[in-house]
């Protein structure tokens, strides 16, 4: 379920979203402010608002499936990345609505999983949900980065 979640979540909804709005509504605004705007809400917004709020009330499963700690001690950090996963879901399902919103969105989302997915690749020992979590991490990082560049950048 988990794996099917977040391939759900930041790869098939935000590409097809993109691919909608681009030939279905025939968007003339070019497909970088629609990579934004999508991969925003759903693998900042939608994917770290459901994550934040099973961290906050199962953080069990994060600390044991995720990072593999089978001891209680560290519930209470997770609960707390919890909050701040629902904060950041919050930010990124709201820019959804408010386009001045999404750079910031992307921005804080984006360098939320270029960190969390370089601290999970300099583990040497990871199970297949640490994994996942990794590649998924690095991705939205690399899509988000690109397109900060691509908008901020003029060529």
């Given at each position: 379920?988990?794996?099917?979640?977040?391939?759900?979540?930041?790869?098939?909804?935000?590409?097809?979203?993109?691919?909608?709005?681009?030939?279905?509504?025939?968007?003339?605004?070019?497909?970088?402010?629609?990579?934004?705007?999508?991969?925003?809400?759903?693998?900042?917004?939608v994917r770290l608002l459901i994550a934040g709020l099973r961290q906050v009330a199962n953080p069990q499963f994060t600390a044991e499936?995720?990072?593999?700690?089978?001891?209680?001690?560290?519930?209470?950090?997770?609960?707390?990345?919890?909050?701040?996963?629902?904060?950041?879901?919050?930010?990124?399902?709201?820019?959804?609505?408010?386009?001045?919103?999404?750079?910031?969105?992307?921005?804080?989302?984006?360098?939320?999983?270029?960190?969390?997915?370089?601290?999970?690749?300099?583990?040497?020992?990871?199970?297949?949900?640490?994994?996942?979590?990794?590649?998924?991490?690095?991705?939205?990082?690399?899509?988000?980065?690109?397109?900060?560049?691509?908008?901020?950048?003029t060529w």
């Amino acid at each position: 379920m988990y794996i099917a979640f977040v391939t759900l979540l930041t790869c098939i909804l935000p590409v097809a979203s993109v691919i909608v709005q681009l030939f279905a509504f025939k968007n003339a605004a070019g497909i970088w402010p629609l990579v934004g705007e999508w991969f925003v809400f759903w693998a900042v917004g939608v994917r770290l608002l459901i994550a934040g709020l099973r961290q906050v009330a199962n953080p069990q499963f994060t600390a044991e499936r995720i990072f593999n700690i089978k001891s209680a001690e560290p519930l209470s950090v997770v609960r707390e990345l919890g909050f701040a996963n629902i904060s950041m879901g919050i930010l990124g399902i709201c820019a959804f609505f408010n386009g001045g919103w999404v750079m910031p969105a992307a921005m804080v989302g984006g360098l939320f999983y270029g960190l969390a997915g370089v601290g999970h690749a300099f583990k040497t020992e990871r199970n297949l949900f640490e994994n996942v979590a990794m590649y998924s991490d690095l991705l939205v990082f690399v899509v988000l980065l690109a397109y900060v560049i691509a908008t901020v950048v003029t060529w």
